[in-house]
DNA sequence: ACACCTGGTGAGAATGATTTTCAAGTCGGG
DNA sequence: CCCGACTTGAAAATCATTCTCACCAGGTGT
């Protein structure tokens, strides 16, 4: 090969029966959920899907902005699906409860910060852990 | 016992040679550091510590807030020794450095989304990452 | 200095999540 | 159909972190 490379084509990816039922799985649930989870999942309704599957799509899910991941305090990766703009999450620590919340603000503050040394390619994580109303009526 | 417990008393933490070690590993460094190479760091200079007492001692260090712990993206817990107060960082993601930033507007508005929906024990977590200037000159 | 109790150590095994292997199965265009 | 490129998934491999547990050392009372 000389130059004949097309701008790194991003493969049409198949629609197999596996990757409908990650997507499928992950729509039915509001919070967050790890591989692991959804692996299970799968597997008690009689739709199997190999674990290192349930792992490669996930993350081809992530990359692509269908879903969201974030690690729990104890480094776990959970995704969620959610809605296409940017934003953060409010967590309850011992249900999973998941809120989306958007702050321009932050966003913008982030960006400032990062420009101000000279930082470029940059990018935040931000996540708000709590104990939410249910759950704390212990 | 009936009711003779001193508000929990935290057992005085014995002055070791190994605490000692970790602590200025930590104390040299600016950037984060994994336990993995502070453990590989120590035994270069011949002053080994065990794996899983570094671990442990860098897990009470941060307990006890003297040094701060974020996950990488890719979830390696990564610990350095910080300002006293509350604060975030602005961390190159291919050489490690790092700089302290504060944002008393964000600290406001984490609590008060928190409170919006309820949530009560709220805690945070905010990292940025980028590339810093110097390893930005490839 | 001495015995003793308790916390601290560390080599190695155990965990657990995530990744890699790679042989076998599937898709879709020609 | 037919082939090559993309997918799978069971099992093995990685890797960070934790656990076990026999052994060691700091602090305390005598
Ligand atoms: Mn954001
Ligand atoms: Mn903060
Ligand atoms: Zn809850
Ligand atoms: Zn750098």
Redesign the pocket.
């Known amino acids: 090969m000389t130059s004949t490379e097309p701008p790194a084509e991003s493969?049409?990816?198949?629609?197999?029966?596996?990757?409908r039922a990650v997507s499928e799985a992950l729509a039915a649930c509001d919070d967050f959920r790890?591989?692991?989870e959804i692996h299970e999942l799968l597997g008690r309704r009689g739709d199997?899907?190999?674990?290192?599957?349930?792992?490669?799509?996930l993350?081809r899910l992530a990359d692509a902005g269908e879903v969201d991941m974030l690690?729990t305090e104890?480094?776990?990766?959970?995704y969620r699906r959610c809605s296409g703009s940017h934003h953060h999450h409010l967590v309850c620590r011992s249900c999973g409860a998941t809120v989306e919340v958007e702050g321009p603000a932050v966003e913008r503050w982030t960006r400032a910060i990062a420009d101000r040394h000279g930082f470029a390619d940059v990018s935040h994580t931000l996540e708000i852990f709590g104990t939410c109303p249910t759950c704390a009526e212990s």
Chains 1, 2 share one sequence.
């Open positions: 493969a049409p990816l198949r629609p197999t029966r596996q990757r790890s591989a692991q199997p899907v190999g674990l290192a599957t349930v792992y490669r799509t993350q690690r104890d480094g776990e990766a959970v």
